[in-house]
């Protein structure tokens, strides 16, 4: 590892091919991550597949299970279990290889017990959803009431996460001890910028679950404040996405210079991006009760301002990712306009599943700015529009770079090859999903505008000429589902391979980090000051939310009752 | 401070002033024509008990002015009280909805009437059908088993 007045890119300033091993304590915490969300992954899918095949009529399902049982599994397992394990397996990974290349034991202790935590309410929850004890979605909303288990493997996951992040900021800070003159490495810094993002949004979250709907639940208290409990949710659920999406912009800013042999373009600007998702990710959870009474009309239209913010950050990204890629491509020979991108590693799974997921990004941040576009939204909210929409962004852009990962960061764990016939099986998954994603995703979208509701089971509605429409959509919808399953498979198929199978190999398997660009300036020692952004982050919070809040504690309805309605 | 290729600054320069255009729009579209998503800021008595007081004892659909109504409809699990109005060609008609139970939803698919029916609160827009024809309304908030079950109409009657 080399130290420049650039400071320490986490042994990247050697650029090439740096084998990379972990230590074994690491490699173990990084590994029941990974684990985990696999099997989160598989059950997940499992459970989207039969939704698609019963909105379309193809199959019916057996007494003993229906469509919102499998629905809330899905979303569960998919949108809060895998998304969380990966991204924190994935986040520790780098912080070990760019930090001393090993974590510190206090790191992995809190590691641990975070996914203990998180592995037992993940179960607790699991079990609830089987027994059909609730069936209330993921974003389990009030006044439908769950078992109390449901919340408490909720609090426990949520809680446990931030034992992880813990963790994530013991080792950062045990490093920055030693060199307070330096800037970190950008990878650390970004999983601290992640996991700070993360905190913040997620104790919303937590105080609903704890302090509302756990004692609720229990029976300690009668009644729930609906109001209020829809917007401590939302305080954390626009801030949810960008938890999925950061570590995806990780990736593409870090690890993947170095996979199609370029440097990093700039050593700030990525940081400032990080920076201004941790402002802007918060102050915005109204843009998902834009139709809602109880919150007045001018506070949604401010949260629409600031939810726009993040165009800026967006094209930040976009202009350094071009600008790496087309560096690389004329580094090697490019000519012309267009001719670098002949000479991206195109077969490259590492590369091609990722470039495919920014691909698909472009069409899917243009539907977010719709959703978020205030009186647009009146035509696409809670329609299957949004279901589309987050089936581009989250279950194709972040789950393709996401896999994409997986295929050099289990290889480095286990020591074992991605042989080229992985490869290729990995590049098929791609354009697999991608089609599949066409086809359920974009029709989605369609069938959503001429207003099929989202999170329905199969329904005719009284043989409504236009529900009937829907459903001779649904039967393109479900054949893009049973794509997506395949891949699903596939990529099952070369995990189990890449855990068990692949040749173990004595040749050098590259934990890839980029290095930085040599004319890239110094960052700006405030991009590092921390309680800066927090203050920050914390002001436009108020602004936001203060005022609305206050006006749900003057116009309070009594609060519901329970309700066990499925 | 940070350093910025030239034109990354013209990249920047010519996304954020879009950017500053369209939410001007968007404001000017809310702020001087009224075009805001559904709001409404009046509450009602415990929602299991929403029947017993008004408007909400007596939902239906009300002439309040030459071809403008008021539509009161209660929510609840799984359907609508009333499931069914009628109104000539060209009406303005407000809506005002709550729930006696769980959160519910209230969508005309074709509209812009695109609610959420909030136990404890009313929520309020108002649509005008310049269309003949029968329109659905699906209850497109997750309520429970028969949520997909949830629908009623709007007949829009042709002028003769
Ligand atoms: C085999 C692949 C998949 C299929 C066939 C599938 C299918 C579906 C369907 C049909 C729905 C909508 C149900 C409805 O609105 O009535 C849905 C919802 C959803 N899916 Fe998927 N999906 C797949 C993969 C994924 C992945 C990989 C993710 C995330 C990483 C994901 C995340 C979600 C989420 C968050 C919802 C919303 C749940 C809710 O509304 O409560 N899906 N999926
Ligand atoms: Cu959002
Ligand atoms: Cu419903």
Redesign the interface.
């Known amino acids: 590892m080399s130290t420049t007045d650039l400071g320490v890119e986490g042994g990247g300033e050697q650029a090439a091919l740096t084998d990379f091993k972990f230590d074994r304590k690491d490699s173990r915490l990084v590994m029941a991550h990974l684990l985990f969300s696999f099997g989160a992954v598989f059950l997940g899918a499992t459970a989207g597949l039969l939704q698609v095949m019963q909105r379309s009529g193809w199959i019916t399902l057996p007494p003993w299970l ?1 469509y ?1 049982q499998l629905l809330t599994a899905h979303g569960v397992l998919l949108a809060l279990v895998f998304t969380t394990f990966f991204i924190i397996g994935y986040l520790f990974s780098g912080v070990a290889r760019t930090l001393d290349g090993k974590l510190s034991p206090a790191a992995r202790v809190l590691g641990w017990i975070g996914f203990y935590m998180m592995a037992v309410g993940t179960v607790m929850a699991v079990i609830v959803i089987l027994t059909n004890d609730a ?1 209330v ?1 993921y974003t389990f ?1 009030a ?2 009431q769950a078992s109390p288990w449901f919340y408490i493997g909720a609090a426990l996951l949520i809680v446990g996460s931030w034992f992880s992040a813990f963790g994530i900021f013991a080792a950062y800070i045990n490093w920055r001890r030693t060199r307070k003159k330096h800037s970190s490495p950008l990878f650390a810094y970004m999983a601290v910028a992640t996991m700070i993002l993360w905190l913040h949004a997620s104790l919303a979250v937590a105080v609903e679950v704890v302090f509302q709907l756990i004692p609720w639940s229990l029976g300690l208290v009668a009644r729930v404040d ?2 209020l409990s ?1 917007a401590l949710f939302w305080y954390f659920g626009h801030a949810l996405v960008y938890f999925w999406l950061l570590p995806a912009y990780i990736y593409w800013y870090v690890n993947i210079p170095q996979i199609v042999g370029g440097k990093i373009f ?1 050593n ?2 990525p940081r ?1 991006t990080f920076i201004l998702f941790i402002l802007f990710s918060v102050p915005v959870g109204f843009h998902h ?9 001018f506070w ?2 401010l949260q ?2 600031l939810t ?1 913010m993040v ?2 950050p967006s ?2 990204t976009a ?1 350094s990712l071009l ?1 790496t890629f087309e560096l690389a491509g004329r580094s090697r020979g490019g000519k012309g306009l267009f001719g670098w991108i002949k000479k991206m590693p195109w077969k490259d799974a590492r590369f091609f599943s990722a470039a495919m997921a920014m691909l698909i990004f472009i069409p899917a941040g243009a539907g977010g700015i719709i959703n978020a ?3 647009m ?3 696409v ?3 299957w529009w949004v279901t589309g929409h987050f089936h581009l962004t989250l279950a194709s852009t972040v789950l393709l770079t996401f896999f994409a990962i997986s295929y050099w960061l289990i290889p480095v764990l286990t020591r074992r090859e991605f042989t080229k016939h992985l490869n290729k099986l990995a590049i098929v998954q791609a354009i697999l999903w991608a089609i599949g994603m066409f086809l359920m995703g974009g029709i989605m979208h369609i069938v959503g505008l ?10 005719t ?2 043989d ?1 000429e ?2 009937l429409t829907w459903i001779s959509y649904n039967q393109v919808i479900a054949a893009g589902g049973v794509l997506l399953f395949i891949a699903i498979l596939l990529v099952l198929y070369i995990w189990v391979n890449l855990l068990y199978f692949a040749p173990r190999t004595e040749k050098t398997i590259e934990y890839p980090v980029g290095v930085v660009n040599e004319q ?2 110094h ?2 020692k405030i991009l590092e000051r921390w309680s800066v952004w927090i203050g920050v982050s914390i002001a436009l919070v108020l602004i936001a939310y203060t005022i609305p809040i206050y ?1 749900m504690f003057m ?7 329970t ?1 066990r ?2 | 401070m940070i350093h910025m290729p030239k034109y990354e600054k013209i990249w920047m320069a010519v996304g954020t002033g879009s950017l500053i255009l369209f939410l001007i729009v968007l404001g000017i579209m809310a702020g001087t024509m009224g075009l805001n998503p559904p709001d409404g800021m009046e509450t009602t008595v415990e929602p299991e008990n929403v029947e017993a007081s008004a408007p909400f004892d007596q939902p239906g659909l009300k002439q309040i002015g030459p071809n403008e109504y008021e539509a009161v409809i209660l929510s609840y699990i799984f359907g609508y009280k009333p499931n069914q109005i009628t109104v000539p060609e060209g009406s303005t008609v407000h809506f005002k909805i709550t729930s006696k139970d769980v959160v519910h939803g209230f969508f005309v698919p074709g509209t812009t009437t695109n609610l959420m029916a909030v136990p404890g609160h009313v929520a309020e827009y108002t649509q005008t059908f310049d269309e003949a024809g029968e329109y659905l309304f699906v209850c497109h908030e997750y309520c429970g088993s028969g949520h997909h079950l949830m629908y009623g109409n709007i007949i829009v009657e042709e002028k003769m």
């Open positions: 229906n919102y069936s979605l909303y006044p439908m609906v109001g829809r700039s700030s600007l400032l009760q834009l139709n809602e009474p109880g919150i007045e009309s949604k239209f629409v301002v726009m165009v800026i094209l930040l202009f600008a576009s205030y009186q939204n009146q035509v909210h809670n329609t001429q207003g099929a509701p989202r999170r329905s089971s199969y329904a509605y009284g409504h236009l529900a890239a300036e960052p700006p006006q116009h309070n309805p009594p609060g519901s009752l309700y309605s499925w």
